[in-house]
């Protein structure tokens, strides 16, 4: 079975960063596209980032542009999110996210194969 365990989630102050990991299980393929998505309270799943399995190309959502960065390490089966300039509005819980599709580099939730459990962010102003 694939899993998929985030970790480095927390409580920041505005401006500051955090790095966030998501470790797959054996199982998943080292081929998938892997993405970040983020829920706040009241409010629908969002798409952030996404990295195709080669590590060379990725996708993000225009509000996290030029203060987040998506990489991985396919010899380690994780991939990381390093948020840089947080807001008050990046509060969210954050969601990985693995696709089969090796250069999908999907926006729509729906399109990925398996989630992990979240972990919560916490920017405070």
């Known amino acids: 079975q694939v899993q998929l365990v985030e970790s480095g989630g927390g409580l920041v102050q505005a401006g500051g960063s955090l790095r966030l990991s998501c470790t797959a299980s054996?199982?998943?393929?080292?081929?998938?596209?892997m993405g970040w998505f983020r829920q706040a309270p009241g409010k629908e799943r969002e798409f952030v980032t996404a990295i195709a399995w080669t590590g060379r190309t990725t996708k993000y959502a225009d509000s996290v542009k030029g203060r987040f960065t998506i990489s991985r390490d396919n010899a380690k089966k994780t991939v990381f999110l390093q948020m840089n300039n947080l807001t008050p509005e990046d509060t969210a819980v954050y969601y990985c996210a693995a696709d089969q599709t090796p250069w999908a580099l999907s926006p729509v939730q729906g399109d990925y194969d398996y989630w992990g459990q979240g972990t919560q962010v916490t920017v405070s102003s």
């Open positions: 054996e199982r998943t393929s080292s081929t998938a596209t």
